[in-house]
């Protein structure tokens, strides 16, 4: 058997906690599937005094990078940190220093992608990053590898857990938001500040991995057009799934050739949003905390990839799947061939949002009058949408409050979709802002 | 850009036409992703002369594989013919010759399995086939690579693409299952001879594959119990529906440590039949020819892979990763790490499948008299099984025909079932031997 592969694991929480329990209790399993050992050499921690579960070797603890840097022995710095400033600092470091990087960090490779692969590139190493997407779920490797003779035409994914979880509860058991939320938190689903995954931002983050593996496009998490799951009202759960629907906060990327430029760069267009997706769907089907991804590809068609989202198991599998890989020497070609974040061109730009063809749902509270619907259809007539269906329950007996009315468009261009919304919302028989989403069929 | 890779594929068919096709026309994107060009450089067929698709290059075709194994710049051979004697013939020759191997052919694999791994390690060769097994779906690289910290406790899987599409359509059409194979051969999904499809044996040497990856048995196709749904009565499909499951024909592995035993060999049994699935399940609602593995790993929990099961195009973007892992030298790496189908233990034996613990559904015809569900619940007690819930409808008033019984059982030892029903078949109520499958929850 080879040589030990000197590991450093920096970070021990939920992620780290999990490398590290693994690296030691499945030792002989590792080193037989790796061709030679793993040896944890350092575990690097903000606070060295604090307690630790009872498997952390202390020996191995400490509260600076340094000595990580310096033991030549030491070939891959794993960081599990979280954040995106300390997290960068031992990143680049760890480069420097000569060591293979990897990490579970999206909003780290979301935003200094370029930085951080720029710099491996030149230090001649490798950064690895299964666990930074969809936890347990090998998506890298899928699009990375098993896909890399297609070209990708769409990714449609379910990449936070919280929000599915949240969604799931409203859904079957008519939870509010709030108790769901507070459930997810509970079952340690939701981080202690959940904003980043109710509003869009973590499956945001993730989305901009997968567009850069499918497309080699740098989309920052601002280019990235995104909308939560926490304004959602139950109303539009309910509504939705009388018309066979199931509200599912999705990561899209679309491509699109230009026709009148065949030959021109394609446009890919990314968003993060909930969406009406038929009970029929297998992403509508997918329940709780998982994650999953719809990949299609223009040879082999659809194929589908799913499992926990988060967690220490799953996101400890898939960190050293990384490190096995390293170890084996397959992470080193695989990241020479894909030249991740790099200038090369593959031949995709941003498309704007706004070009976006889709069905859409939306839902107003409009006065209980005659006019009001001629008054709605007649704008989106003019914005050349047509309507597929309506649904508007019968008011309760002259109580004056605003009503209901959900119309199902055709499909339509995003931008003039809006155009359509801005002048409905003028309406003066519409009560508050319309609310709509966009339909995934 | 370095040297070109050089490939034969032998066999111009469904899937060789396919590889044939991709390789000319999407030349540029494979070299982009492989770091380097794929060169076809022969085309072996059958018959020469036999009209080909109009990519096809005549000036590569040839009937013989001698000109493959002489030319020095063909660094793989691709085997597409199928079948077990020409293609081990050419496997064998080809890594005799120092060429890689990529193939397709699971039956070959199943069969002659440790054969052809023996001689690929002995002439320092790989032999790839994430085509073997589940068309477009990457289960090979997911088994081997992505989830290799874990040890992998069950496989269930949706294996053969024609079974499921006539099980599809036999419940939610209502077909007979007649019928629905004639809707299969005709949509291209069955071969002319469907048999080895409809019996559960092209999904038991795909579970043979696949219990190698996982557990590194080596089970010939006649070690793998199985029974097919060519003899699934429509009746049984809407019994199951009425207690809230659908039928699937699934390949399954389960493993199993001896209590008595906690250090030696675990047990993992193997084997393909009908299972009574809850609709909610999962692997429930892969509909058509789509195939599925749900794969259960000790680190990472379960995790779910799906797409087309079969196909010329799912079928070369699976051979297609292949060549592109080969040009980048990753299969190289993974093939020699895995060491597959030798000698290395690792720790499992096959268990006989009457071990296997499970809830079953028994359907008889019985005559319609008294005492007779009496006697059964006696059998079946005395086997010590406990009855979980009984379906018998009323029979139409006095016709003397015998009446469909459903019981569904509590968990129970195979081997212990399959003597009850020994039993109850000898019971003069009892009209046509009793039909049962396994429930998979
Ligand atoms: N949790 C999941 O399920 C999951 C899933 C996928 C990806 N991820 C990603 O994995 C990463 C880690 O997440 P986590 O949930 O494991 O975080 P966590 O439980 O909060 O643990 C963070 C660890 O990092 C240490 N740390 C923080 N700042 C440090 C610094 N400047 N120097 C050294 N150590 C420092 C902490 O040390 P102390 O122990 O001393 O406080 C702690 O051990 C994040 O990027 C996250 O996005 C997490
Ligand atoms: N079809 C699928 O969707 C699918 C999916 C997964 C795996 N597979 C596997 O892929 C393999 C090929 O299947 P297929 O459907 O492509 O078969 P196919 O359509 O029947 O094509 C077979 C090809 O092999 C050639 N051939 C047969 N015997 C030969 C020999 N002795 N020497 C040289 N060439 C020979 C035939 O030549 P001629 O053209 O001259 O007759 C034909 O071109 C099989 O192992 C199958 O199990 C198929």
């Known amino acids: 058997m080879s040589d030990a592969l000197g590991i450093a694991v920096v970070g021990c929480g939920t992620v780290g906690g999990g490398v590290v329990e693994a690296l030691l209790r499945h030792r002989d399993r590792l080193a037989q599937r790796a061709g030679r050992p793993l040896q944890l050499r350092h575990i690097v921690v903000r606070d060295r005094h604090k307690p630790r579960e009872p498997f952390v070797p202390r020996e191995l603890l400490t509260d600076s990078l340094a000595p990580v840097l310096q033991d030549a022995a030491v ?5 599990l940190i979280g954040g995106t400033t300390a997290a960068r600092e ?7 220093a000569g060591k293979h990087v990897v990490t579970a960090n999206k909003a780290l490779l979301a935003e200094a992608g370029p930085d ?7 230090a001649e190493r490798t950064v690895c990053f299964e666990a930074a997407v969809a936890g347990g779920v090998p998506i890298i490797r899928a699009l990375g590898e098993s896909l890399a003779a297609n070209q990708i035409t769409a990714i449609q994914g379910i990449l936070n857990g919280t929000s599915n979880y949240i969604l799931t509860a409203m859904a079957e ?24 995954d109710v509003d869009g931002s973590d499956a945001a983050h993730k989305l901009a991995i997968l567009a850069q593996i499918a497309f080699g496009v740098i989309a920052r998490p601002q280019d990235i057009t995104r909308q939560g799951i926490d304004q959602l009202h139950p109303m539009d759960i309910r509504f939705a799934q009388e018309l066979g629907y199931t509200i599912k906060l999705l990561a899209e990327a679309w491509t699109r050739s230009d026709p009148q430029h065949p030959d021109g760069p394609r446009g890919v267009a990314l968003h993060v949003a909930p969406v009406l997706l038929r009970h029929t ?13 719809a990949v299609y590809g223009d040879i082999v068609g659809e194929t589908l990839y799913q499992g926990p989202g988060a967690g220490r198991g799953p996101t400890t599998s898939s960190v050293l799947a990384d490190l096995i890989d ?6 080193q070609r695989t990241f020479a061939a894909a030249r991740l974040w790099s200038r090369a061109d593959r031949g995709f730009v941003l498309d704007p949002p706004e070009q976006v063809q889709s069905r859409f749902y939306l839902r107003l509270l409009v006065a209980d009058k005659p006019g009001v619907l001629a008054d709605i259809a007649r704008i989106l007539a003019q914005h050349t949408i047509s309507i597929s269906s309506v649904v508007q329950h019968e008011a309760p007996e002259g109580d004056g409050e605003p009503v ?9 261009t995003t931008g003039h979709f809006l155009a359509a919304v801005e002048q409905i919302n003028r309406l003066p028989t519409v009560a508050t802002p319309a609310v709509y989403y966009s339909m995934g069929d």
Do not use: K, M
């Not at 070939?75 to 960081?79: L, N, P, R, Y």
């Not at 769907?281 to 991804?293: F, H, K, S």
């Open 75 to 79: 070939q891959v710095v794993v960081e």
């Open 90 to 96: 031992v990143v680049l470091s760890s480069l420097a």
């Open 116 to 122: 951080i692969f720029e710099a491996a590139r030149r």
């Open 173 to 196: 058991r008519g939870l509010p938001y709030a108790q769901a939320l507070e459930e997810a938190q509970a079952h340690g689903y939701a981080e202690a500040d959940p904003s980043l």
């Open 281 to 293: 769907d297998l992403l509508a089907q997918v329940r709780g905390a998982y994650n999953a991804i």
């Open 326 to 331: 390293l170890a084996v020497g397959r992470a």
């Open 404 to 412: 209901p009315l959900v119309i199902v468009t055709h499909y339509a």
